[in-house]
Structures are given as structure tokens and as C-alpha cells.
């Protein structure tokens, strides 16, 4: 049974920092590519970063240069390094994978990030 369980979530001034973690299980964690996604309320999810296998990263304009993804194949764990917070920031952060050999899409349960301003 795959499982994706995000932490690190909570509320924060602008101008600070968050570290996200997406615990992962039931995956060959090391093969796969892992994805941190956002949806703030009443728009659609969004892409926030990405790490390949090979540990390879891409990220939303608007991150970066503040955020950072991570990974740490021996705890079967993804990071989300968030700096330099902002209100736009708030959203619901959710981890994604499409695993290693299997054609099926599988999200955490999401985690609440609320920067005050």
C-alpha cells in the first residue's frame, strides 16, 4: 500500500521559513521521481518543485531562489526548504509521485502552509 505523509506544515510571518517533509512508503522510493504541489483556495493545484530519481530539480518561477527540494533516499524522504516566505505562499502542500513501474498517481493528504503578513 503506497503511502505519502506530509509534515512541517504551520503558520508563519512573512519573510520566514517552513522545511516540509513527505514521508513515503510502499515505493521503490529511490527510483522514483517526487513532486511537491500547492493549491491555494479557490485556484488550481500547481506545481511547486520536482527532484528525478537522479536527483535532478525543477521549480516554479515563482519559488525560485527561495525554495529548495530535497531528498534522502535512505529515510525514504522528500523536503521542501521554504525561505523567504510570503502571503501568495499560502496553500495546502501536497507531495506526488508517479512510482517507479507503476502507471498510477498517488498524493499526500496534504499539509497547511499560512504565512501572516
Known amino acids: 500500500q503506497v503511502q505519502l505523509v506530509e509534515s512541517g506544515g504551520g503558520l508563519v510571518q512573512a519573510g520566514g521559513s517552513l522545511r516540509l517533509s513527505c514521508a513515503a512508503s510502499g515505493i521503490i522510493f529511490s527510483l522514483s521521481a517526487m513532486d511537491w504541489y500547492r493549491q491555494a483556495p479557490g485556484k488550481q493545484r500547481e506545481l511547486v518543485a520536482g527532484i528525478t530519481s537522479g536527483g535532478n530539480t525543477n521549480y516554479a518561477d515563482y519559488v525560485k531562489g527561495r525554495f529548495t527540494i530535497s531528498r534522502d533516499n535512505a529515510k525514504n524522504t522528500v523536503y521542501l526548504q521554504m525561505n523567504s516566505l510570503n502571503a501568495e505562499d499560502t496553500a495546502v502542500y501536497y507531495c506526488?509521485?508517479?512510482?517507479?513501474?507503476?502507471?498510477?498517481?498517488?498524493w499526500g493528504q496534504g499539509t497547511q502552509v499560512t504565512v501572516s503578513s
Open positions: 506526488y509521485t508517479r512510482p517507479f513501474a507503476s502507471g498510477y498517481d498517488y
